[in-house]
């Protein structure tokens, strides 16, 4: 059986803040579905499906979908709530794409979000209630895991620590121009290089910070999609990969199925120039020096020469590469909504209303991703056309 073609018809998110004392968690994903119905100038009667995601355990409570759904108006609808640490968002995205694609529903509602500021668990302590940067130090924590796989690139590519400061400078200068964006700093080197030091080579400013947000999309199948919508965002393609044959961190620091799944679609969508082929770039980096080896990955720079496209100017909203034009994760990272913020952020540039941080000419593909733990990856291929 083939799967219905699918787009999505309209999106929404918060401003996203360090602490969003003024709303509870029900109140904060209900800003993000009243963003996305009007969008998609739908009611909250008209979805027939929704699916939730966060990450519960950075926010230090269990089960919030029982009253984030009657806040939200969507008691007896059918659905469910999704978990998958950091991916979590993604894997709430891809099922409300297999629930739109599998024709049984006609109005799918994917809604995610994180209010780390009520934060009682690891997460939290890390910094969530204390300040706005994550500088919790456990075992296997993002600033330890992203130290490790830094230090390996360096020592691989000849990148050096000016270098990774060149790619925070531009994730905050694309930051500056998103109104929803969390962290608006003004960044130089300098400021950079000289922040306060994590696990070398990790500063503080090379992470993300601790975020209370929401992000919503609503997706269609085709015929609904074309009534709904004058421009929708085509789903080409998805997929979300777990191992992929990828060596495991302990074997190798740069061990990511990211490669390895955008590999899979390219081949799908037969795409064998993505730098060409695809317009913008929304990609999931915790840390501001994983999109180095990320934009390797994803095919936008030959194997460890990425940092040579900082040292030239290359990667920003105007030039040759507009990579994460909304700043990124680095900026905001409302951990469960961050893989859905990428979609909602990729769909904008493909319908041309990203505002100030619009990459120039027509956006005729994008692609978005959600990260995990260890390696983990999810895909996503949109499309302005059929």
Not at 79 to 89: A, P, S
Not at 98 to 107: D, V
Not at 221 to 249: I, N, Y
Not at 352 to 357: L, P, S, T, W, Y
Request: proline content about 4%; some cysteine; glycine content about 10%.
């Amino acid at each position: 059986m083939t799967g219905e073609r699918i787009a999505i018809v309209g999106v929404g998110q918060t401003v996203h803040k360090s602490k969003r004392t003024d709303v509870n968690t029900a109140e904060l994903c209900a800003e993000a579905v009243e963003a996305a119905l009007a969008d998609a100038q739908l009611t909250i009667k008209d979805i027939d499906c929704v699916i939730l995601g966060s990450f519960e355990p950075a926010d230090g409570y269990s089960g919030p979908d029982k009253f984030i759904i009657p806040e939200i108006g969507c008691v007896g609808k059918a659905g469910f709530e999704m978990q998958n640490v950091g991916t979590t968002g993604a894997v709430a995205c891809a099922a409300a794409f297999n629930m739109a694609a599998s024709g049984l529903f006609e109005n799918v509602l994917c809604v995610a979000w994180q209010k780390m500021d009520e934060a009682a668990g690891a997460f939290g302590r890390g910094g969530g209630g204390a300040n706005e940067y994550w500088t919790g130090q456990f075992p296997m924590s993002p600033i330890t895991n992203f130290a490790r796989r830094t230090y390996d690139y360096m020592t691989r590519s000849g990148c050096t620590e000016e270098h990774l400061a060149m790619v925070r400078v531009k994730q905050d200068q694309c930051a500056q121009r998103n109104k929803y964006a969390q962290l608006k700093l003004g960044l130089t080197v300098e400021k950079v290089m000289n922040d306060f030091l994590l696990a070398w080579p990790i500063r503080r400013l090379h992470m993300c910070p601790t975020t209370a947000g929401s992000a919503a999309i609503i997706v269609c199948p085709e015929k609904r999609a074309k009534k709904v919508s004058k421009k929708p965002v085509w789903v080409e393609d998805w997929f979300t990969c777990h191992q992929g044959g990828a060596l495991t961190m302990a074997e190798d620091p740069q061990a990511s199925t990211l490669g390895y799944a955008c590999k899979k679609i390219y081949k799908r969508r037969g795409i064998t120039n993505p730098k060409k082929e695809i317009q913008a770039w929304e990609v999931y980096e915790p840390a501001s020096t994983a999109e180095l080896r990320w934009m390797e990955e994803v095919g936008v720079a030959e194997d460890y020469k990425a940092w040579k496209l900082f040292e030239q100017g290359k990667v920003g909203i105007e030039k040759e590469i507009p990579f994460n034009p909304s700043g990124g994760v680095t900026a905001t990272n409302p951990i469960g909504a961050t893989p859905v913020v990428r979609v909602v952020e990729a769909s904008l540039q493909v319908r041309g209303d990203a505002e100030e941080h619009q990459v120039p000419g027509t956006i005729n593909r994008a692609l978005a991703t959600g990260y995990g733990g260890q390696g983990e990856n999810v895909v996503f291929l949109l499309k302005k056309t059929l």
